[in-house]
């Protein structure tokens, strides 16, 4: 593509050559001849100087690059807009693959493509333009919203309702049954089914082996536009808002109710039947056992401000050396009252 | 179901008109005519004046609701009962379905429903009415004991054996390689080989993606009754004892013996080669080093007593105010000792 | 085989009945008539004299057992050896089984091994002697070296390369999407294209249900040797080193890059766009925000120095009482403030 187009479609000012031809994105350092590169994140700025690409897309006040530059009031949505005109179609090829086993009575919307050995079973329906990748199964009498793209070997249970738009990443499970037991008095466990369904809104995309649980009653509610990474874990009967984020390996527990724009970072654990404010946040590997506002930062297990919790971590590492002071702090005083006493006895030191 | 056929079923005691048609179980809030809804927890004995179930199923002594009322000694594992009563069922068509891949030494039981391309591979013994969901993949020599339920894409590799009962959710692996390296003196990793197998007893439920390693020698054995979340690590030769619930995103490294009855709550850890003694507990996010004594009940990392982390906890916010109260102590001390030392050599303040 | 020739193929010294026919290796205290067993962790040195295995590999200092003895200056590697002289092949039958959907530019080498329902899609290389189990999908454009092994319900997506023996267990994802987002003022999410590629070094374990994730651009690297246990997630446009081991339910963020020979435990999380140098080691659990220097030994969140960690968790426990004693040193501080006030107007006690 023309860089004077890519300028155009991308709402970029061109500053340069308008005539290169562009054929791929790149990184800073790895592009080449015929790449478009981009820049960011400032902390690779220096690294602007030396790029080898054709043309750069920068901020209006960044420093001028040795190429060609498209100029950006958003230069990081510009390259994801970018990267999405370049992005290579990946879809399985249209239409339904021979190999498939699909229910007689389950139904497929228009222009689906549907991969090798994917199962569909009774009363499934698939909506229009779905990609469905090898191996996935989509169980009895699921819905599978227009445009989605679920890669292979994912699992969506029975019943399991997924809106439009929706990615599921390869190996993730929709709607596996919820940890859910009643203990007799001799602390035998017995199962109680978990027959319900998750409900997955539009625009959610959810990472490679996730699970999502199904309750036993009511629902498990993944709200519109939330981003979840790979290996997390939703049990059963939990809510989570709009445009939520959960990175990579965070756990929800049983019917915890999370709110919108809520970012809870990697290895974040939240307990069971709490609540998450919207725009809260927790840091990487925090404990949430209680309920957290709207709008807090939260750190540590259990969770606290993150400013608490960064003076307090501080003060952590220090702990034998405050633990010494202490002790010697109590020396010194028994020494002094000791004198002291004496003083009173004795005046002579 | 006729509500009073139902009364008798569960064994509770009927208060209301048993006449009622009963069609579902759902959850307080949003029960409505024909549904059986259920009161458990005390915290929202509040919604239960607003249900417009037509029956609730509730303790001797709670407070009365406005429909048909089962009371029930136990109303938790009453509602339990009523969700089995009413569970649909979710098992494949009943035989083998034509596109699976079936060694011909393996055998298969009595009434078995086996779905869409599984494969069974040689030397495999299938028990009577096993339910094995599409894209299963049972292993050479393994063992599936009777009235087991597989769930879509779960692993059984070779050699492992499960007894009765045992229900795998989707995605699970059983049998995979435990980590096992040799490292010689230019930090270069030989792999061990893991072929030795994986014993899971009757009545253990694994959950989605979790993994169960089998060791180099010997066994990892999981026993009777034991309950398994998602995305759970269970690493090579690991033993785990009865009635245990490992709650989801725990891990548990090599060797370690965990006792019976212990519940380790989400994302705990457990190192290699450690023993834990039964009716144990670890609250979420426990790391635990070392042995845990029968019967306690620990938390934090090293994990301690949950008492006592619990107070540590509540001071450990506190601690840059500690530290300034040491400094403050010390300030006042070094006055008091100079004003003291200037005393003894001039009175005057 | 004879243990004479058991001896020889070890390179290690036999002390007792060459003659005798090893069939099996078992643990030292399962182990019977026809096994070898062995010692290489001294904790379990007393079971040797108990053990009924017809020999043992033991270190040339280790006390005698009562049975045929190899003495080997690694015992540890020596068992390895000995475990892959005894392995069975656990390959699938040679060739292609015909439920196989291999795309017909597909490229297989050699002596494969591919078992019943794998798919090869467009474009992809497989290497010489590669085996694929059941249920694997090879994407287009993936390359997959010699003499590897891939697991049932395995994901290599498109324009993955995988080098020489690389083996992956069960269920694990090689290219899902890169968790990327461009967040607009309304803070609604839109998905940055993630369509570069994961290499993967020769001689790379990966464990079960693990996911690497690929970048937009650039690449994700996992340098040789390097071995990766279940449940671990590597995140887009990370670079690890060579013979680095990372333990189960590890968490690597974006763009972060490990060093040489690194251990990272269970459970450690990493941050986005750290270093972490060669050698370093974190124990279980361990949170990693910041840079990590080559050779350091790291713990707790922050991670600090591990015998700096240890020292603070000692005294961790004991805050409750610190606190106590800075409120009593506070007590009597005022106390004799007050009574030296008192002294300085009234000199009776």
Known sequence: ?????????????LDGDGSLDIVRVAGVDTAG????????????????QHTKASAIILAEDAE?????MLRSPHPYRSFADVLVL?????????GVHPSCVIAPDAVLGKDVAIGPLVVIEPGARIGDRVAIHPHTVVGAGAVVGDDCVLHARVSVRGGSRLGARVIVQDGAVIGSDGFGFVTDGAGVHYKIPQQS???????????????????????????RGKKIDNLVMIAH????????????????????????????????????????????????QTGIPNDIPAG???????????????????????LP?????????????????????????????
Request: hydrophobic share 40%; aromatic share 4%.
């Open 296 to 318: 807090a930062l939260v750190s540590g297990y259990p969770a606290i401000d993150n400013r608490e919790w960064l003076k307090a971590s501080a003060v952590f590492r220090k």
């Open 197 to 223: 369904h998750v409900v997955i809104e539009d625009d959610v995309e959810i990472g490679a082996n996730t699970t999502i649980d199904r309750p036993a009653v009511g629902e498990t509610r993944i709200r």
């Open 237 to 284: 009967g939990v809510s989570v808002g709009e445009h939520t984020i959960l990175a990579a390996q965070v756990g929800v527990a049983g019917s915890s109710r999370i709110g919108s724009h809520v970012v809870l970072a990697g290895q974040v654990g939240v307990a069971g039947h709490i609540e998450i404010g919207d725009n809260a946040r927790a840091t990487a």
């Open 33 to 48: 001849a015929g790449d478009i590169t981009f820049l960011a994140n400032p902390k690779y700025a220096s690294s602007v």
């Open 86 to 94: 370049f992005a290579r179609d990946e879809r399985p090829a249209p």
């Open 64 to 68: 001028a690059a040795p190429c060609a």
């Open 1 to 13: 593509m023309k860089l004077s187009e890519l300028a155009e479609r991308l709402g970029c000012r």
């Open 321 to 349: 050396k405050l633990q010494r002071r202490i002790a010697e702090l109590e020396k010194r005083l028994a020494a002094l009252k000791t004198k002291e006493s004496t003083d009173f006895t004795d005046s002579t030191d």
